[in-house]
């Protein structure tokens, strides 16, 4: 059984409503390139759109009706998005659940060194990289800095076309003799992802006497950059989150134009086409929630990762701000909840055809991407969802005119890997993982198509209008 090319299907109409989408998706995906920076956009596009911050709802003691729209972040890394539905909460919510963290490498929290008159700052990767794709190719460096006295500087270094970018060199082939005969994941070591960010050697003290040479150094220099642009001493990074990405903005790419090439479709591809979604959809029956969480490339692990009671909590507020306290209702809400858990899948590459069974693949340009299980070596760690739930979204999606497919990620003990569908699933709620299927997943610079961005939509918001 083979699914059918969404491609085959628009009319002038649709691809210009499609090419209207994915323009706005591919600045989105420009400008957000950490999770704060992610959050920071969602919550301007959620205001936009009338929604206002729990926070706020909350203070001004706001009971809240069926079409309100509420949003909450926390540490600026996570956030979710409800708008009320006209049925009572405890009947449960249709929820979008997207990541807005990226492989990438962090600052280490004292990054700073000279080394033979160059100057470097050292990386602790983060999350799922091949380390050697992260070498001679331009970096930017997207975070922030919390100072002593409370202020936070936001740094963004290497976007603008007149900013400098910093990168890590690599070894000229002609001297790789014996670097290239290690195993791919060796060439490149974790400790040797040194971001070059200066060369230019200066004064520190002339010469005692004539004839001798002045004290120099090229860290004089850098650190005084530091201090008269960005306000930071050293000791500043201590109390920093940096990160080192790839700079410059996404792009079409392929002669027609039907791809777009990005830093962290994984998984802000989800997170944006959900977000749309979400805004899209006014008042439903059910209560809408778009998740869009952090640290899902480490396990999503820590106060901002879909393991935290973030989720749980703001739930509960929700419900009070319905005029319902009780501990119980907060759980039936959530049980009685449906998901999709966005989360990108594995594109068939006809470049590597082996990793792949052809029957179970996700394919460019079929839409949005079912995985009834993820996990690896015989399922582990899959949330595996019931065949009931997947005739449910079956159902959805065909009557809404959605283009799906389903897939898993490889052929059986090729490898595998996991979301946060388990995270939700332990709450008892259904939840299937759903996604848009990329190219070079992990990789500095990852693909997408822009049919499967366009149907992805077109499935959430009908997820989310289902009664
Ligand atoms: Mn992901
Ligand atoms: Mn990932």
Same mark, same amino acid.
């Given at each position: 059984?083979?699914?059918?090319?969404?491609?085959?299907?628009?009319?002038?109409?649709?691809?210009?409503?499609?090419?209207?989408?994915?323009?706005?998706?591919?600045? %989105?995906? /420009?400008?957000?390139?950490?999770?704060?920076?992610?959050?920071?956009?969602?919550?301007?596009?959620?205001?936009?759109?009338?929604?206002?911050?729990?926070?706020?709802?909350?203070?001004?003691?706001?009971?809240?009706?069926?079409?309100?729209?509420?949003?909450?972040?926390?540490?600026?890394?996570?956030?979710?998005? %409800?708008?009320?539905?006209?049925?009572?909460?405890?009947?449960?919510?249709?929820?979008?659940?997207?990541?807005?963290?990226?492989?990438?490498?962090?600052?280490?929290?004292?990054?700073?060194?000279?080394?033979?008159?160059?100057?470097?700052?050292?990386?602790?990767?983060?999350?799922?990289?091949?380390?050697?794709?992260?070498?001679?190719?331009?970096?930017?460096?997207?975070g922030v800095?919390?100072?002593k006295?409370?202020?936070?500087?936001?740094? *963004?270094?290497?976007?603008?076309?007149?900013?400098?970018?910093?990168?890590?060199?690599?070894?000229l082939?002609?001297?790789?003799?014996?670097?290239?005969?290690?195993?791919?994941?060796?060439?490149?070591?974790?400790?040797d992802?040194?971001?070059?960010?200066?060369?230019?050697?200066?004064?520190?003290?002339?010469?005692?006497?004539?004839?001798?040479?002045?004290?120099?150094?090229?860290?004089?220099?850098?650190?005084?950059?530091?201090?008269d642009?960005?306000?930071?001493?050293?000791?500043?990074?201590? /109390?920093?989150?940096?990160?080192?990405?790839?700079?410059?903005?996404?792009?079409?790419?392929?002669?027609?134009?039907?791809?777009?090439?990005?830093?962290?479709?994984?998984?802000?591809?989800?997170?944006?086409?959900?977000?749309?979604?979400?805004?899209n959809?006014?008042?439903?029956?059910?209560?809408? *929630?778009?998740?869009?969480?952090?640290?899902?490339?480490?396990?999503?692990?820590?106060?901002?990762?879909?393991q935290?009671? %973030?989720?749980?909590?703001?739930?509960?507020?929700i419900?009070?701000?319905?005029?319902?306290?009780?501990?119980?209702?907060?759980?039936?809400?959530?049980?009685?909840?449906r998901?999709? /858990?966005?989360?990108?899948?594995?594109?068939?590459?006809?470049?590597?055809?082996?990793? &792949?069974?052809?029957? &179970?693949?996700?394919?460019?340009?079929?839409?949005?991407?079912?995985?009834?299980?993820?996990?690896?070596?015989?399922?582990?760690?899959?949330?595996? *969802?019931?065949?009931?739930?997947?005739?449910?979204?079956?159902?959805?999606?065909?009557?809404?005119g959605? %283009?799906?497919?389903?897939?898993?990620?490889?052929?059986?003990?090729?490898?595998?890997?996991?979301?946060?569908?388990?995270?939700?699933?332990?709450?008892?709620?259904?939840?299937?993982?759903?996604?848009?299927?990329?190219?070079?997943?992990?990789s500095?610079?990852?693909?997408?198509?822009?049919?499967?961005?366009?149907?992805?939509?077109?499935?959430?918001?009908?997820?989310?209008?289902?009664?």
């Amino acid at each position: 059984m083979e699914r059918k090319n969404a491609w085959l299907s628009y009319d002038k109409k649709q691809k210009k409503e499609l090419t209207a989408l994915c323009e706005n998706y591919r600045k %989105f995906l /420009s400008a957000g390139k950490t999770e704060r920076e992610c959050v920071e956009l969602a919550v301007a596009e959620a205001e936009k759109a009338g929604y206002i911050s729990l926070e706020a709802a909350v203070a001004a003691g706001r009971k809240l009706q069926p079409g309100d729209k509420v949003y909450a972040t926390i540490m600026g890394k996570s956030m979710a998005l %409800f708008t009320i539905g006209t049925e009572p909460l405890e009947k449960g919510m249709n929820i979008l659940g997207a990541h807005i963290d990226s492989p990438r490498l962090d600052l280490k929290q004292n990054p700073l060194y000279e080394d033979t008159d160059q100057v470097l700052l050292d990386t602790h990767y983060y999350g799922g990289i091949k380390k050697y794709q992260w070498v001679a190719l331009p970096l930017a460096l997207h975070g922030v800095v919390a100072k002593k006295d409370g202020s936070v500087v936001k740094v *963004c270094i290497g976007e603008d076309p007149k900013d400098p970018v910093v990168g890590i060199t690599d070894l000229l082939p002609h001297l790789a003799a014996s670097q290239m005969s290690k195993p791919a994941g060796k060439i490149v070591e974790g400790e040797d992802l040194n971001v070059l960010i200066g060369s230019e050697k200066v004064v520190e003290e002339k010469a005692k006497k004539p004839g001798d040479d002045p004290k120099a150094s090229v860290m004089k220099n850098i650190k005084a950059i530091l201090k008269d642009k960005y306000g930071i001493e050293e000791e500043d990074f201590i /109390s920093a989150e940096i990160e080192v990405v790839p700079a410059g903005p996404a792009r079409d790419f392929g002669l027609d134009r039907s791809m777009i090439l990005g830093y962290g479709h994984d998984d802000r591809i989800c997170a944006y086409t959900s977000l749309v979604a979400m805004l899209n959809v006014p008042a439903p029956k059910r209560t809408s *929630c778009c998740l869009l969480v952090d640290k899902e490339e480490i396990g999503s692990v820590g106060a901002t990762g879909m393991q935290s009671l %973030f989720f749980e909590n703001t739930v509960a507020e929700i419900l009070a701000l319905c005029g319902e306290t009780s501990g119980l209702a907060v759980r039936r809400a959530i049980a009685n909840s449906r998901m999709l /858990s966005s989360d990108v899948s594995a594109a068939f590459d006809p470049n590597y055809p082996g990793v &792949n069974e052809k029957k &179970n693949t996700a394919y460019f340009g079929r839409g949005l991407v079912f995985n009834k299980y993820t996990g690896s070596r015989g399922k582990g760690g899959s949330n595996d *969802c019931s065949a009931e739930y997947m005739a449910y979204v079956r159902r959805v999606m065909d009557d809404a005119g959605v %283009f799906w497919q389903t897939a898993e990620l490889g052929k059986v003990d090729e490898g595998g890997g996991g979301t946060i569908a388990y995270i939700a699933g332990n709450y008892g709620m259904n939840v299937v993982d759903a996604g848009i299927a990329v190219l070079s997943m992990h990789s500095p610079w990852d693909l997408a198509s822009k049919a499967d961005i366009f149907e992805a939509v077109k499935g959430y918001e009908a997820f989310l209008k289902a009664e």
